[in-house]
T-cell receptor, first 109, second 114 residues
Framework: SQELEQSPQSLIVQEGKNLTINCTSSKTLYGLYWYKQKYGEGLIFLMM?????EEKSHEKITAKLDEKKQQSSLHITASQPSHAGIYLC?????????FGAGTTVTVRA | EAQVTQNPRYLITVTGKKLTVTCSQN?????MSWYRQDPGLGLRQIYY???????DKGDVPEGYKVSRKEKRNFPLILESPSPNQTSLYFCASSLSINREGGYTFGSGTRLTVV
């Protein structure tokens, strides 16, 4: 199955500061999902990237897909307490959806 | 409201006592899947189903069974639960593979096997 490595594992950011999370795949990426999870709760779909070079934004969250590097990044601008949580990247291979281990984001006031 | 519904949300059971966690979706999705989430191991896929009567193993299928007799339901069955199956379980569905809308996840079932 596809292996996805996320970095960093966790990060603490001051409210108002920017942050970036990376997701690197062991296989060619044909589609990359980003999800957010509050601890112990369900996953909320953020966005999906399908094409190399594709970039999508939703509110203050921007994600990019670099197919050549088999990598995606998630960037949050001017972080707020509502951005705290666990961010997971996911990718499909052989009809299976695999996830990275997640990045825990803490936003300090 | 479009959603994936799992029941129960919390369950404590004893080793060896058969249990079923139900999952139902109201979006006419073809693809459904079960995951377990454990600290340090992330989300791991247990089983998935491409459509009615079509199921296949994920990465960690041992100790679990599933069935897909109807499109909307995809129950997870633990015939003889063991303590190493204590985990947070999620059901997810999607219209099909590689869909723009992504996968919709249920709220989770926290299972404790003692």
């Amino acid at each position: 199955s596809q292996e996805l490595e996320q970095s960093p594992q966790s990060l603490i950011v001051q409210e108002g500061k920017n942050l970036t999370i990376n997701c690197t795949s062991s296989k060619t990426l044909y589609g990359l999902y980003w999800y957010k999870q509050k601890y112990g709760e369900g996953l909320i779909f953020l966005m999906m990237l399908q094409k190399g070079g594709e970039e999508k934004s939703h509110e203050k969250i921007t994600a990019k897909l670099d197919e050549k590097k088999q990598q995606s990044s998630l960037h949050i601008t001017a972080s707020q307490p509502s951005h705290a949580g666990i961010y997971l990247c996911g990718a499909e291979s052989d009809y299976k959806l695999s996830f990275g281990a997640g990045t825990t984001v803490t936003v300090r006031a | 409201e479009a959603q994936v519904t799992q029941n129960p949300r919390y369950l404590i059971t004893v080793t060896g006592k058969k249990l079923t966690v139900t999952c139902s979706q109201n979006m006419n999705h073809e693809y459904m899947s079960w995951y377990r989430q454990d600290p340090g191991l992330g989300l791991r896929q247990i089983y998935y189903s491409m459509n009615v009567e079509v199921t296949d193993k994920g990465d960690v299928p041992e100790g679990y069974k599933v069935s897909r007799k109807e499109k909307r339901n995809f129950p997870l069955i633990l015939e003889s639960p063991s303590p190493n199956q204590t985990s947070l379980y999620f059901c997810a569905s999607s219209l099909s593979i590689n869909r723009e809308g992504g996968y919709t996840f249920g709220s989770g079932t926290r299972l404790t096997v003692v």
